[in-house]
């Protein structure tokens, strides 16, 4: 207490080594002990810090930014909330001389949101959402990273769905926020970043987003996802992943939500590439691709018909024990498929799949079992030669070590009084389960 004490009457002396000064207090304030101690323990020191920051001397100005900026870095919330007197300034300097200052400004903003609710409920009405529309128009990547970062985490608070996103929809945010995502890499991989994560929160804790249908978000993010595949693998930047999971989100949630419907084959062949590209060093971008996958297959005869004419279903195939997750998503699609009619069914029958399914039915995975339960359904309803097929490869034995599991012994009993039937008897058929969403 008495070196940080010290520190701060240095700070005070008018002398010529209070930037010095202030220096040696921005390091101490790295340290999260000493923050506590500065903002509880020491009377006036946010006052102290506060005079500097809105000094005249910009030199000084920056320094303690500088140490507003470590304090904000504090997970205790008193701290972020000792800091409520220099929310104001922080806003009014966002318009600031220089972009290193609006940068601190930003990420100091950002950090204090993060901690506390009273904070938060503070900037609304001190208008921080117009002042970000407006810094949002910055011709700095610098700056427009440290919006979306404030962004971010406004639109991450409990109460975003009520207070906060009303707002923001409210004001010109939405468009330059898609603006800049799709503008993907040409403004800037971060700030392309930190405004997808934004669409991702309004769009999956909003109950309407007609707005962002009228601003084109469907069409704007396909083409994104077109022009991002077409880059892979020859220009692909580093930690362009970060950016394609949060679009496959927006526009899974978009066509889950709203029933839009993206009649493009050009998108799943883009699937197709970035999974190929990310699967090896980036798995989890698998699973992202393959619910927006089943989210376009799901009510949508034409992607159905599309995956099949462009020969996609081997490479499809090829994911379906990448991963607990993908495993049930690859049988969702396929069961997608399968739904359309026996055109489809055969056209999928042409490829090893009843062979395929034999070792996903031994997965000690209740919710894979069950989803290829549902497929074998499907196909042998649609197919019903093919629970002949099934028997000859070993099938019935399969399905018989699910018998006295409780929640899959009904359908496994039923798939096994199918493959019981001689051909051309009726089959009983069960509803398929929802899409996934």
């Keep these: 207490r008495a070196q940080v004490l010290e520190l701060l009457r240095g700070v005070q002396r008018g002398s010529g080594d209070r930037r010095r000064a202030l220096g040696h207090l921005r390091r101490a304030l790295q340290n999260e002990d000493t923050q506590h101690k500065f903002v509880s323990r020491l009377d006036g020191s946010i006052r102290v810090l506060t005079g500097l920051f809105t000094s005249s001397l910009a030199d000084m100005q920056l320094e303690a930014a500088?140490?507003?900026?470590?304090?904000?870095h504090s997970s205790d919330p008193a701290v972020a909330e000792a800091c409520l007197p220099v929310t104001s300034y922080l806003l009014t300097y966002l318009s600031g001389h220089s972009v290193e200052f609006t940068e601190l400004c930003l990420y100091t903003l950002g950090n204090l949101v993060v901690e506390s609710e009273a904070v938060r409920k503070q900037l609304l009405p001190q208008g921080i959402i117009p002042v970000l529309a407006s810094c949002i128009q910055s011709p700095h990547?610098?700056?427009?990273?440290?919006?979306g970062y404030v962004l971010s985490q406004l639109l991450q608070a409990k109460e975003s769905p009520t207070d906060i996103i009303p707002l923001v929809l409210d004001s010109v945010l939405p468009q330059h926020m898609l603006r800049l995502v799709c503008s993907g890499l040409k403004a800037g991989l971060g700030a392309a970043v930190e405004f997808a994560w934004c669409l991702h929160y309004i769009i999956c804790r909003h109950k309407s987003n007609t707005m962002l249908l009228a601003l084109g978000a469907v069409p704007a993010l396909t083409s994104l996802l077109l022009d991002l595949a077409s880059e892979i693998p020859q220009d692909a930047p580093e930690g362009l992943e970060l950016l394609v999971c949060p679009v496959l989100r927006c526009l899974s949630n978009l066509l889950a939500e709203t029933g839009c419907q993206v009649q493009d084959e050009r998108l799943?062949?883009?699937?197709?590439?970035?999974?190929?590209?990310?699967l090896q060093q980036h798995p989890f971008l698998v699973q992202e691709c393959l619910w927006l996958l089943n989210n376009l297959t799901a009510d949508d005869p034409f992607s159905c018909s599309a995956l099949l004419s462009l020969d996609l279903l081997p490479a499809l195939l090829q994911l379906l024990q990448c991963s607990q997750m993908a495993t049930v998503?690859?049988?969702t699609v396929l069961c997608n498929i399968v739904e359309k009619g026996p055109a489809q069914c055969q056209q999928l029958l042409c490829q090893p799949v009843l062979l395929l399914l034999l070792?996903?039915?031994?997965?000690?995975?209740?919710?894979a079992v069950g989803q290829c339960l549902e497929l074998l359904h499907l196909v042998f309803l649609h197919c019903?030669?093919?629970?002949?097929?099934?028997t000859r490869q070993g099938g019935h034995q399969a399905l018989e070590q699910h018998q006295s599991t409780p929640e899959l012994q009904e359908r496994a009993q039923a798939l096994l009084d199918m493959v019981r039937q001689p051909l051309g008897a009726p089959s009983p058929c069960h509803a398929t389960l929802p899409a996934f969403s």
Excluded: M, T
């Excluded at 500088?66 to 904000?72: A, F, I, K, M, V």
């Excluded at 799943?268 to 590209?277: M, R």
């Excluded at 070792?359 to 919710?367: F, G, I, K, N, T």
């Design 141 to 147: 990547e610098a700056v427009l990273e440290g919006v």
């Design 384 to 390: 019903p030669e093919a629970a002949a097929d099934f």
């Design 359 to 367: 070792p996903v039915l031994a997965l000690p995975d209740p919710e």
């Design 66 to 72: 500088r140490c507003l900026h470590e304090l904000s």
């Design 268 to 278: 799943l062949i883009a699937l197709f590439l970035l999974l190929q590209c990310f």
């Design 329 to 331: 998503l690859v049988l």
